[in-house]
């Protein structure tokens, strides 16, 4: 086997699918949200606690239309 990502070994396992975001992505997709803001920006504070982030995508983004997810193996790629 050889080192590395599947993407830079050329062999991809599953597809990733785009799709409009449903409802019942909200947790899905807050955790994405979350580790790319601590993984982009490490020293940047957020301004509201976690549970309050993930209460407004779950409520508030996700249910509005023209939010998009990226879908892999039938879950919300990470």
């Known amino acids: 086997m050889q080192p590395g990502p599947a993407w830079q070994r050329g062999s991809v396992t599953d597809p990733v699918v785009l799709r409009p975001a449903r409802a019942d992505d909200g947790a ?46 039938g879950a919300v790629a990470m």
């Not at 309050?52 to 983004?61: F, G, S």
């Open 28 to 73: 899905a997709v807050a955790e994405v949200w979350l580790r790319s803001f601590a993984a982009a920006l490490p020293t940047v504070r957020l301004a509201h606690p976690d549970d309050e982030v993930r209460r407004w995508v779950r409520e508030e983004l996700v249910v509005r239309p023209g939010t998009w997810v990226a879908e892999s193996g």
